[in-house]
């Protein structure tokens, strides 16, 4: 059984930062594709960041430059540091977990993720 549990989440002011992790069981995080996912309230989930078995990563417009995903193997845990928050990167961030490789085009595609934590809210204040 797959479990992804995210933590690091919390309230901090513009300009800050903040490290999320999502710790997984039942999964090696660098098997297959794994990402991280954001929804602000009255809006639809968004891609943030993803990383493939390979390394290879993409990252929303957005946020690109500013947060970083990367693998931590030894505790099989995925992390997404954030620097340079702003108020409009406030919203429920998730983890994602695919049970394969996901081509580029379609790493922000939801449906294309088999298991989801149950998130991590950040707050960012101006």
């Known amino acids: 059984q797959v479990q992804l549990v995210e933590s690091g989440g919390g309230s901090v002011q513009a300009g800050g930062s903040l490290t999320l992790s999502c710790a997984a069981s039942?999964?090696?995080?660098?098997?297959?594709?794994m990402g991280w996912f954001r929804q602000a309230p009255g809006k639809e989930r968004e891609g943030v960041a993803t990383?493939?078995?390979?390394?290879?990563?993409r990252y929303g417009n957005s946020v690109n430059g500013r947060f970083t995903i990367s693998h931590d193997n030894a505790k099989n845990t995925l992390t997404l540091q954030m620097n340079s928050l702003k108020p409009e990167d406030t919203a429920m961030y998730y983890c994602?977990?695919?049970?394969?490789?996901?081509?580029?085009?379609?790493?922000?595609?939801?449906?294309?993720?088999?298991?989801w934590g149950q998130g991590t809210q950040v707050t960012v204040s101006s």
């Open positions: 994602a977990a695919s049970a394969r490789d996901v081509a580029w085009w379609a790493m922000f595609d939801k449906r294309a993720y088999n298991y």
């Open positions: 039942g999964y090696t995080i660098s098997s297959y594709c």
């Open positions: 990383i493939n078995s390979d390394g290879r990563t």
